[in-house]
Nanobody, 124 residues
Framework: VQLVESGGGSVQAGGSLMLSCAAS????????MGWFRQAPGKQREGVAV???????SYADSVEGRFTISRDSAKTQLYLQMNDLKLEVTAMYYC???????????????????WGQGTQVTVSS
């Protein structure tokens, strides 16, 4: 499966952005999908994941402010980000992990497919 992210940009603190990830080459029905981010000088970290059953999990830092979803045709993954804070500035990556009904993992090495990333910059 090939993944292409879009929707990143610059926004003021407190604002909102929606990231999208277009999948091609395979149906994402058979994958767990996730959003990860990496800020300069920091390790890549999991932000939100959704498995093939639609079960979602979030990092504590974004719980209640971010929402991960996938569309009915199962070819798009989304991340709605609200009340953005300065510390969320990072490159955001879409990732896929092959398997149906998997537990949600925030371990990046569990994901075999990655997009190129989209930059999110939050300013004061």
């Amino acid at each position: 499966v090939q993944l292409v992210e879009s929707g990143g940009g610059s926004v003021q603190a407190g604002g909102s952005l929606m990231l999208s990830c277009a999948a091609s080459g395979d149906s994402i029905n058979r994958y767990s999908m996730g959003w990860f981010r990496q800020a300069p000088g920091k390790q890549r970290e999991g932000v939100a994941v959704i498995n093939s059953y639609g079960t979602t999990s979030y990092a504590d830092s974004v719980e209640g402010r971010f929402t991960i979803s996938r569309d009915s045709a199962k070819t798009q993954l989304y991340l709605q980000m609200n009340d953005l804070k300065l510390e969320v500035t990072a490159m955001y990556y879409c990732a896929a992990r092959s398997g149906v009904g998997l537990w949600n993992s925030f371990v990046s090495s569990d994901y075999g497919y990655w997009g190129q990333g989209t930059q999110v910059t939050v300013s004061s």
